[in-house]
């Protein structure tokens, strides 16, 4: 049987999409997913700016009712990994890590990316407890109080900037005396009173309690190690794009991606291939929050809808 729609990931992207194809009409439509659906927003403690849910939250709770919801209008769930999708005429192939192959007609790509590590001692150990990638998402628990932002590209100063206007005090910890960003922000950065400027300096141990983040220890070009107290560190080195699905075997990509490896879309989440549509954190210019990339599945599932009409019907 070959599929009339197929989506590869199980974040808010891929949840969305595979309910929007369902009841929006296609019958056969299998979301791949390696694990239990609900994407990287499950690690987060607290959920406090997803419209129209009041209270405190969980990342995991957020997501509990999503898979339900998509199957009960026809959603598959098939728990394993694909390692590759190529396309065979007006048909896709999903190739499976058990070696099978499954065909559709349609393609919804959802993998995401992934938050890039700095790599120093504690940061795995405090993630979550302190050590946060996502300003928007937890920046207001530390209303009032210092935080330690690591980077120095458009995303770390965006980042901090947004923090500076929540928090009491934001050191931007940056291993240059330059930074990788647009002129004007660096000069909006320079230029706030709460922003101090640790330059020359990279982080050499973030430490805490059973309560989460104290503070970091940072080391500049001198060797002198400043210890900053801190309860939140944000992390801010770039993103790791999920686009290995996309990879061929002889090394390209099945669709269009820019230098990043993001994939490049139209408004309708349409790649340059025909048939083939990606959403969710993978895609170019993608704000990295659920209600956007809930937003992108249900785009993508309507243009998948109406592809796979066309093909079959005309």
Request: net charge negative.
């Amino acid at each position: 049987m070959i599929l009339d729609c197929a989506i590869i990931g199980g974040g808010p992207a891929g949840l969305t999409a595979g309910l929007y194809a369902t009841r929006g009409g296609l019958e056969n439509v299998t979301m791949f997913e390696k694990g239990m659906p609900g994407g990287q927003i499950t690690q987060s403690s607290e959920i406090e700016n997803y419209p129209g849910v009041t209270g405190e939250i969980s990342g995991m709770d957020l997501m509990m009712p999503w898979p339900e919801q998509c199957q009960k209008f026809g959603l598959k769930h098939e728990m394993v990994e694909v390692k590759r999708v190529s396309k065979d005429g007006n048909t896709f192939k999903i190739h499976k890590e058990d070696g099978s192959v499954t065909e559709a007609y349609s393609v919804i790509v959802c993998t995401g990316s992934s938050p890039r590590r700095a790599g120093f001692a504690g940061e795995d150990e405090l993630f979550g407890k302190g050590v946060s990638t996502c300003a928007t998402c937890d920046g207001f628990f530390y209303k009032g109080k210092e935080v330690a932002v690591i980077g120095g590209g458009d995303t770390a100063l965006e980042e901090a900037l947004y923090l500076a206007k929540i928090c009491s005090k934001v050191y931007l910890i940056h291993r240059r005396d330059t930074f990788r960003s647009a002129p004007n922000t660096v000069k909006r950065v320079e230029k706030a009173q709460n922003i101090e400027l640790v330059l020359n300096s990279v982080p050499e141990e973030v430490y805490g309690d059973n309560m989460g983040v104290v503070g970091i220890r940072v080391k500049n070009a001198d060797g002198e190690i400043r210890d900053i107290k801190a309860p939140g560190v944000f992390v801010f080195v770039g993103n790791d794009v999920n686009n290995q699905t996309l990879i061929q075997e002889d090394g390209s990509f099945l669709c269009d991606v820019n230098k990043q490896g993001e994939v490049i879309v139209d408004i309708s989440m349409r790649t340059s291939l025909s048939g083939l549509f990606a959403a969710g954190d993978m895609r170019i210019a993608a704000p990295k929050q659920v209600v956007s990339a809930a937003g992108d599945g249900a785009v993508a599932a309507l243009g998948a809808i109406s592809y796979v009409d066309e093909l079959l019907n005309h």
